[in-house]
Structure formats: structure tokens, C-alpha cells
T-cell receptor
Framework: DAGVIQSPRHEVTEMGQEVTLRCKPI?????LFWYRQTMMRGLELLIY????????DSGMPEDRFSAKMPNASFSTLKIQPSEPRDSAVYFC???????????????FGEGSRLTVL | AQSVTQLDSHVSVSEGTPVLLRCNYS??????LFWYVQHPNKGLQLLLK??????LVKGINGFEAEFKKSETSFHLTKPSAHMSDAAEYFC??????????????FGAGTRLAVHP
């Protein structure tokens, strides 16, 4: 299996521009998570989906952030407009059950490093 | 409320010496606990997990952790460090949230350096 695939790996953009991050989860996984990692705040859960439906988006910072999962093999995280404080590494992860349940294993992608100038 | 504290932000050891990464948790019930590892420019990978079975949990790459309820600790150990162990390690507690699903709460991380 190819694992969780994220694109782009690196993105540099200017403040005010729209940013779209993409994720392909592991086939057969029915949970998908978006995390953000910064030095100051560590790893934060932004949103997660179960069977393509958003379950908990309480971690999404503000209305500039949106996430979609149109099908079981694809998800996007969009920031519009982007701001310098959005600079971070964004991780997508997938799982076969709600993380923390009897397996608790999340499979992470390699991340998308976003720099907003 | 559930939380997790990693007591050391950086740990440095020599190759071949033991590794100890400390983690304390706070939970109002018997938690599920995990250790994840992140190598530079990579995603996180599960090392091991505790889910109320045996208190001594063995993971990949020779790591193990012991759940001590009386001390609310879940320290990660390895008898002999290898250069390839240099990475960031995250202690994680599972949080049962409203709606019945579980969320993972990550510690701040401990960066392990291994010197020749």
C-alpha cells in the first residue's frame, strides 16, 4: 500500500492567496483527520471525517479554513485568504476506526509544509 | 479533563546507552495511551499503545513503555540507543468526547538526540 499521500509537500504563497492542500487516505480507511503542527502549538486536530462526513470541526481556526471529502479517496483542506500565521506543517492521517479505540493507530502522510509570506 | 505532559523537551544520549522519555497523563478514567515517533520531515508513526491490557507494552524497534496508574505515568524506554532512534517522540492520550468518538491529545514532544 502506498500509504497516505499528501500534496503539495511544500507550498510558498503570499498573504491573501488561496491555498488548497490535498490528501489521499489509505484505501479502506473510513476515518480521515487533518492536523496542523507548529512549534508554538504542537499538533492540533483541525477536523475529522467518518465515511466522508465531517464529524468534528471544532479545531478549525476560523471561517478562512474549510475542508471537504467528496469521496472515500480524496480530501482537501482550503485556506482562503491565507495569512502568515497559517504557516505550519499540515498533516493528513487515516484510520480504520475512531482513533483511540481498540487500535488507536493513525497512519500519517508526510505533511504539507505551508509558508505564507 | 484529559491531558498529557512530556517532562523533557530534549533528551541526549550516547549510542548504546539506555533511553528514557518521560510522560505523565491526567485522566478521569482509565485512558488509552500511545507513543508516536516522527523522523525529520516525515509523518508520525505509531510506536506502541496501551489499552488496559498488560501494563508493560512492547513496541517496534525495541521500545517499550510501562503504564503506572499510581504514578499516572507512561514512560518510554529502550535498553540501547541506536543512531536511527534520533527523532521526535510524542506521548498521546485518547479522549472520549461527546458523541462517543475518541480524539487523540498529543503531548508537546521530546526530541531525542543520539551521539556516537
Amino acid at each position: 500500500d502506498a500509504g497516505v499521500i499528501q500534496s503539495p509537500r511544500h507550498e510558498v504563497t503570499e498573504m491573501g492567496q488561496e491555498v488548497t492542500l490535498r490528501c489521499k487516505p489509505i484505501s479502506g480507511h473510513d476515518y480521515l483527520f487533518w492536523y496542523r503542527q507548529t512549534m508554538m502549538r504542537g499538533l492540533e486536530l483541525l477536523i475529522y471525517f467518518n465515511n466522508n462526513v465531517p464529524i468534528d470541526d471544532s479545531g478549525m481556526p476560523e471561517d478562512r479554513f474549510s475542508a471537504k471529502m467528496p469521496n472515500a479517496s480524496f480530501s482537501t483542506l482550503k485556506i482562503q485568504p491565507s495569512e502568515p500565521r497559517d504557516s505550519a506543517v499540515y498533516f493528513c492521517a487515516s484510520s480504520t476506526d475512531s482513533a483511540g479505540d481498540y487500535t488507536g493507530e493513525l497512519f500519517f502522510g508526510e505533511g504539507s509544509r505551508l509558508t505564507v509570506l | 479533563a484529559q491531558s498529557v505532559t512530556q517532562l523533557d523537551s530534549h533528551v541526549s544520549v550516547s549510542e548504546g546507552t539506555p533511553v528514557l522519555l518521560r510522560c505523565n497523563y491526567s485522566s478521569s478514567y482509565s485512558p488509552s495511551l500511545f507513543w508516536y515517533v516522527q523522523h525529520p520531515n516525515k509523518g508520525l508513526q505509531l510506536l506502541l499503545k496501551y489499552t488496559s491490557a498488560a501494563t508493560l507494552v512492547k513496541g517496534i524497534n525495541g521500545f517499550e513503555a510501562e503504564f503506572k496508574k499510581s504514578e499516572t505515568s507512561f514512560h518510554l524506554t529502550k535498553p540501547s540507543a541506536h543512531m536511527s532512534d534520533a527523532a521526535e517522540y510524542f506521548c498521546v492520550v485518547s479522549l472520549v468526547s461527546s458523541g462517543g468518538y475518541n480524539k487523540l491529545i498529543f503531548g508537546a514532544g521530546t526530541r531525542l538526540a543520539v551521539h556516537p
